[in-house]
């Protein structure tokens, strides 16, 4: 198998590394020997303990001093009787006299003002003030809030640029971010960084442990993870021990209860009866059912919800002593769904220490262990939407009831949960800063993501109807590893001096990815004790096996400079250069470069004297990026086995394989080149501020698959570097924030808007389906040259037809009858047919919005966050999708029956004409939600001294209290799906509505 470099050259790159990490080293030795005979080194904290990153400290009276880094520790050189100044916006300044000490520690007291004035970026932080990228920042008080298990939905109507969808309602799901529209019609995800971890995806981290957490949005911002930031950058940091400090324990747990948001509008019995019979007579059958029997009979809905309970409990210990400091936590989650049978729990141990090995050596680890096990519901939402009101789960004996035409969802419980799927991560890095030259400091990191998956799943022998049948047991088992290794080695610059900043920064990395897949299953064991779910317990002739494997690497070298002078004129230019094994040698490296600038115009002297506006910067932006989220092999040729046939007189069985993909050793990066200007205002002293971006993001050499013959022999068509895909829109930040008195309030409001536009298909030009749909698979998403990415494609729907004089003078597809739909011909040709399919809509919102309050008053204190979109549309795929007689929606009740009785919803029928892809099942996506609202109170620190607690805050909170929306599905929210044809609902498991009680106390 291919490698990034050949074995011999990257050994011998490897071996280079280590020379120099040894080589300075070395320096460092020497220069503690001979040059630092009187260091001064210590640690600055805000008043709850935790450290503050780039804090200034200098010594009073010269122009020479330091910041502070990313754990609130500084080194510097001082005559014995100089005094240190330490200033931080947002802080009182502090003067601190030497006296002879060598370790000083101190704490800083919070000053009305802005306290979030500095930034994780890549590779380090950044002065607010100083940043030229799009860079938005939420921090751990508005992360831990939502009873959440993946941390992104965190972000959901908080940060510009960003939309944040849940895939799901089930327990454990995911979510899709997208940051800034769809840039590719491959993968969209951004890049997941964890304290200098390179990840796919954070849905391992518990919230609580979290810090902050900052978006990355331009290429300013993204260059410095070249191919990996395409899409945009999460950068996540978690919470970090401090030297020199008390322990303090802190406990968070909630425990509440969920249930479904909202039901789908179903017909009860006696309404299922009278349309059934509706149907039977419009293809010409007699009634079967008496209307007079039924009244509401089963809510199958109902049956399968229910209300489940959901925990949590968060555990920490953070401190340090001169020499070591931690932040220990532990966290369990439960999660029960609001659909039975299905479960998610996660265990989380994170471990965050640093050691100082001396004053110019620290040692450290950011490590976090992860179980979690989560069961799946048996598929039941679907046959719950399809079944037969009429009939009762069970009989009077006991047994199932027959529910065919689909299964019963009582029997699914009973017969289909046995599966479980148990996952085993470790993710974390070793870290070790090496500080020499004054103003150097070296670092390298090992990050490690290693997870491990079993599945496995048993059905029993069973028997409810013909359609719902288990006549033989069988057990299916199935292992998943994964091994994510990155090895970093980066070299920092930070130097001041009268009025200037310069920050250079270095490096080179690498990354390893390796996933293998390996599963079989059995049928005729035994017996059905759990004892005996194992695949050598059953039969051997019925074995089915497969197993999988894939690799990819990158080799990356980047370079960055910030320089600001004066607190005025700032620039920033970036440089990576990355090679990735999913690419052919000839284009294996590619180069993302960037460039920004930026104007503090608050800092001219005309602003000086005024007490109105309090901050006014423009910035700009230029850059390059690339991705390479590709398939592993696209470049290569693909061959599989086991493709077997008897020949000859003898029968004898022939062992073969084929070529599934064709090479293309020429395909190369996607590269995305992003502008960006922006504005960033202050007035009233901070108490308004707020960030106005405008962004273009033009995405060129986008990898499609190409037609060839079916005779080449190839299964696969090859992919060529052809497409071009343009996002542009405006991000919107503005906050209130003001104190009168003991009533402090803050209100917050974004909004974004996104145009996507596809610019270049390849040769031809050729449109794009997706978004298959309906009884004959039907595609209802399109992409072409001049619209969006996947937008509905279908017939436009004009009334229903009347009478045989409207059959007579309009036109239509074929055998239409009176209250069939009237589909319009678009191109006026006097036919109906494919070529009157026109654009239906877009499941990407023209708006996307989030809005939030929060109050506080004498210890108490009321948070209220909103999130919503406006613009989108979705299928309901699940309403045209009818095979058979199935329930109906209760707006089938508003069908025609005669002459001018309706003009919008058909006639019944199952399937056929009016179940082709048109508007009639696209639907409004724009919602309004409130997201969360939460009420708590603070004890008194006076009352809690008592007692030697140092706080303790009760709270109730709502998850998903409310939305407003047209939409008949479950939930506007629609998650999941390849870019091309994503907006479907084809029956998800419902969003849960949540109450809590909780408590937070540190000790």
Known sequence: MEKLLPEKECMLRFSRYFKLFFLLLSLVVVHDSFGQNVPVTGTVLDDMGQPLPGVNVVIKGTTNGTVTDLDGKFTLEAPEDAVLVFTFVGFTTQEVPISGRSTIDISLEEDLGDLDEFVVVGYGIQRK??????????KSEDISRLP???V?????????????TQNSGAPGAGSTVRIRGVGTLNNSSPLFVVDGMLLDDIDFLNPNDVQSMEVLKDASATAIYGSRGANGVIIVTTKQGSFDTDTRISVDAYTGVQQVANKIDLANARQFAQLANELEQNVGNEPIYNVNDYGEGTDWQDYIFRNAPINNVSLSATGGSAKTNFNLSANYFNQKGVVKESEFERLTIRLNNQYKMSDAVTFGHNLSFIYFNQQNEPGVIGNAYRAYPIFAPTQPDGSYTNTTPVGNPAAQFDYNSNNQTNNYRGVGNFFMDVKFLKDFTFRSSVGLDLAFQDSKSFTPVFFVSPTQLNPENSVNVENVRNRNILWENTINYNKEWEDHRLNLLGGVTTQDFYTETLGGGRRNLP???PSLWYLSAGELTSQTNNNTAGDWSMLSYLFRANYTYKNKF????TLRRDGSSRFGRENRFGNFPSVALGYNIIEEAFLQDQSFLSNLKIRGSWGKVGNDKIAFYEGRPVVTGNENAVFGVNEELIYGATLTRLANPFIQWEETVTSNIGFEFGFFDEKLTGELDYYTRKTNDILVSVPIPAYVGSANNPVINAASVKNSGIDLTINWRDQKGEFAYNFGIVASTVNNEVLNLGEGNEAIFGGAVGISGFLGSRTIVGQSIGHYYGYKTAGV???????????????EVAGDLIYQDTNNDGVVDNN??????SPIPDLIFGFNLGFDYKGFDLRADFNGTYGNEIYNAKKQTRFNTYNFETSYLDRWTGEGTSNSEPRITNGGHNYEVSDRFIEDGSFLRLRNIQIGYNFSEVALSKIKVQNFRVYLSGTNVFTWTKYSGYTPEIGGGS?????????LYPLARTFNLGISASF
């Not at 992104?152 to 944040?164: A, D, E, F, K, P």
């Not at 700032?570 to 230019?573: A, E, I, N, Q, R």
């Open 129 to 138: 003030s100083d940043l030229t990228g799009a860079i938005s920042s939420v």
């Open 148 to 150: 959440v298990s993946d």
């Open 152 to 164: 992104t939905q965190s972000l959901q109507g908080r940060v510009s640029g960003v939309q944040i």
């Open 527 to 529: 017996g059905e004790d």
């Open 570 to 573: 700032l620039f920033t230019g």
């Open 801 to 815: 037809f009347q009478n045989e004089a409207d059959l007579s003078s309009i036109p239509r597809r074929g055998s």
């Open 836 to 841: 009157d399919r026109v654009i239906l809509g």
């Open 979 to 987: 870019v091309i044809g994503t907006g479907y609902d084809s029956g």
